[in-house]
């Protein structure tokens, strides 16, 4: 996410929300906590939810995200 926020001439700290999806809501501390260092002390609006499957064999997270060019 953050290589295609700079060449889009953005970057994480411009990110206002972001949406989570996960194949096993029991990965979400481990995926928590790459988050927060991601995003330090900036942490954009984000939901989580659990879902059924992700399009791509062996994907456990997706996530999109929402950010401005300054």
């Not at 906590?33 to 330090?40: D, E, I, P, S, T």
Request: aromatic share 8%; glycine share 12%; proline share 4%.
């Amino acid at each position: 996410m953050q290589t295609i926020l700079e060449a889009a001439g953005s970057g994480l700290q411009h990110v206002l929300r972001c949406g989570v999806f996960l194949m096993d809501m029991g990965e979400f501390t481990t995926m928590n906590a790459v988050y927060a260092r991601m995003f330090g002390e900036h942490r954009p609006a984000r939901t989580t939810v659990q879902v059924a499957g992700l399009p791509g064999e062996g994907l456990r997270v997706e996530i999109d995200a929402i950010a401005y060019k300054p």
